[in-house]
Nanobody, 125 residues
Framework: QVQLVESGGGLVQPGGSLRLACAASGRTFSAKTMGWFRQAPGNEREFVAAVSWNFGGTNYVDSVKGRFTITRDNAKNTVYLQMNSLKLEDTAVYYC??????????????????WGQGTQVTVSS
């Protein structure tokens, strides 16, 4: 089992920044890919970004490229999502995810074996 606990959500004005953190525990040495999804009210869960746990490669949805950066700290078993130039449409619950599968990228929710409880990000003036 892998446990994921997110933190860092909150209220921010358009153009502002937030950094989300996801602390992983349990069988983290088996996780190959970690990432973030988000879900806005009335919408389906959407892939945001992912990082290869061992190699550090990254993958982003087009709408956040150049604004969001995903990183990982293997020593702390923590994944971060730095979100800059936030827009109203970034408002959502953000979920940390982990997959035991590596070797290729997937933006499908079913690819990810473990999910955190979510943290709310609200962008509002």
């Amino acid at each position: 089992q892998v446990q994921l606990v997110e933190s860092g959500g909150g209220l921010v004005q358009p153009g502002g920044s937030l950094r989300l953190a996801c602390a992983a525990s349990g069988r983290t040495f088996s996780a190959k890919t970690m990432g973030w999804f988000r879900q806005a009210p009335g919408n389906e869960r959407e892939f945001v970004a992912a990082v290869s746990w061992n190699f550090g490669g990254t993958n982003y949805v087009d709408s956040v490229k150049g604004r969001f950066t995903i990183t990982r700290d293997n020593a702390k078993n923590t994944v971060y999502l730095q979100m800059n130039s936030l827009k109203l449409e970034d408002t959502a619950v953000y979920y940390c995810v982990a997959s035991m599968t590596g070797g290729y990228w997937s933006r499908s929710a079913g690819f990810y074996d473990y999910w955190g409880q979510g943290t709310q990000v609200t962008v509002s003036s």
